[in-house]
């Protein structure tokens, strides 16, 4: 007996960074917040812009344009921060919006392109016009 809900599908938010989608498992993310004062650190990896507070607990925010190599928003263009479980802690990552949350089959990702392809790259999924890159966080070191 088939159930509406099956284990091989996935429940994903998706993001846009620059004008690129990009989605993850809904699971991973704890919440959307705006982008606000980010303390910088010391010695940080250049990715890295710093930490917040949020609500007591200390939390790095990292932008992932910087960690992919995509061409920077300007000063003050970045919109919210998606808070993530990411390895085990929670990790703040730069976004310019939150586009959906969407129900697919796992079979429906494909597999990641051989050129070029990195460990955080789950595959891509093909939605019509849009191709949306499935990101992995538990690979994104």
Same mark, same amino acid.
């Given at each position: 007996m088939?159930?509406?809900?099956?284990?091989?599908?996935i429940q994903m938010v998706t993001f846009l960074l620059g004008s690129e989608e990009y989605g993850v498992d809904v699971m991973d993310v704890r919440e959307i917040v705006d982008i606000t004062?980010?303390?910088k650190v010391a010695n940080a990896p250049s990715h890295v812009?710093?930490?917040?507070?949020l609500r007591g607990s200390i939390v790095p925010i990292v932008s992932l344009k910087k960690r992919f190599g995509l061409p920077e928003a300007a000063a003050?263009?970045?919109?919210? #921060?998606? *808070? !993530?479980?990411?390895?085990?802690?929670?990790t703040g990552f730069?976004?310019?919006e939150v586009t959906d949350v969407i129900r697919v089959a796992r079979r429906d990702i494909l597999p990641p392109l051989e050129l070029g392809s990195?460990?955080?790259?789950?595959?891509?999924?093909?939605?019509?016009?849009?191709? #949306?890159? *499935? !990101?992995?966080?538990k690979h994104l070191a």
């Open positions: 088939e159930t509406t809900s099956s284990v091989a599908d004062d980010v303390t812009e710093g930490v917040i507070d003050g263009d970045y919109n919210c #921060i998606a *808070v !993530m479980d990411f390895a085990g802690a929670l730069v976004i310019d990195e460990p955080w790259m789950e595959g891509i999924l093909s939605l019509g016009p849009r191709l #949306i890159v *499935v !990101m992995n966080l």
